[in-house]
């Protein structure tokens, strides 16, 4: 007889119920609630950058991009980075979730990561203050002509609209217009 966990019984126990109900109704856990607030407020806790195992999940999250202004930004950490361990744990066989889980975190809470970084011959820890990291909705407006304009969706959200997608598309506009 395999072991059960008394929370995987509860979400199965959930899901089941979920199926007999309409299909617009939907369970969140703690983790895919979180998640839901970062995509619909388009703000968390964190570094400010965005990292990928390149397609090996057996090696470390490497840095794909580095968010202007956040703690990532001012601590000098830049595209290409890897992150080899986060508090002194090796990053290499873990999950990429896991790791965002990780480096995500309380507003003012500090965390250490050792980075590997290209043309440099040893790692380095880099402590860094996560804070609150705004991600814009709504990129920068350009014009295709003088009768035609475009705003896009920031693809930092998945393109998603937030709380703030209203406000940052009134003020491109007025931008433009002036």
Same mark, same amino acid.
Do not use: C, H
């Given at each position: 007889v395999d072991e059960l966990k008394p929370e995987d019984l509860s979400k199965s @126990? #959930?899901?089941?119920? =979920?199926? !007999?109900?309409?299909? +617009?109704? /939907?369970? +969140?856990?703690?983790r895919d609630l !979180?998640?839901?607030?970062?995509?619909?407020?388009?703000?968390? &806790?964190? =570094?400010?950058?965005? #990292?990928s195992k390149r397609g090996k999940e057996s090696g470390p999250p490497v840095v794909m991009s580095v968010i202007e202004g956040t703690p990532a930004d001012t601590s000098g950490l830049v595209v290409g980075d890897r992150i080899i $361990?986060? !508090? &002194?744990?090796p990053t290499y066989e873990k999950d990429? /979730?896991?790791i965002v889980g990780v480096l995500?975190?309380? !507003?003012? $809470?500090?965390?250490?990561i050792t980075i590997e970084r290209p043309g440099m011959d040893e790692p380095f820890d880099?402590? #860094?203050?996560? @804070?609150?990291?705004g991600i814009p909705s709504v990129q920068i407006p350009g014009e295709v002509?003088?009768?035609? &304009? +475009?705003? /896009?969706m920031s693809w930092l959200n998945g393109g998603r609209f937030t709380e703030r997608t209203g406000g940052e598309l009134r003020?491109?506009? @007025?931008?433009?217009l002036n």
């Amino acid at each position: 007889v395999d072991e059960l966990k008394p929370e995987d019984l509860s979400k199965s @126990a #959930i899901n089941g119920m =979920l199926r !007999e109900l309409d299909p +617009y109704t /939907s369970f +969140y856990d703690r983790r895919d609630l !979180e998640q839901l607030r970062i995509d619909t407020q388009g703000k968390f &806790g964190g =570094l400010g950058i965005t #990292i990928s195992k390149r397609g090996k999940e057996s090696g470390p999250p490497v840095v794909m991009s580095v968010i202007e202004g956040t703690p990532a930004d001012t601590s000098g950490l830049v595209v290409g980075d890897r992150i080899i $361990a986060i !508090e &002194g744990d090796p990053t290499y066989e873990k999950d990429l /979730s896991k790791i965002v889980g990780v480096l995500r975190g309380d !507003e003012g $809470a500090g965390v250490t990561i050792t980075i590997e970084r290209p043309g440099m011959d040893e790692p380095f820890d880099q402590p #860094i203050i996560r @804070a609150r990291i705004g991600i814009p909705s709504v990129q920068i407006p350009g014009e295709v002509d003088p009768d035609i &304009g +475009y705003i /896009s969706m920031s693809w930092l959200n998945g393109g998603r609209f937030t709380e703030r997608t209203g406000g940052e598309l009134r003020q491109a506009l @007025a931008a433009q217009l002036n």
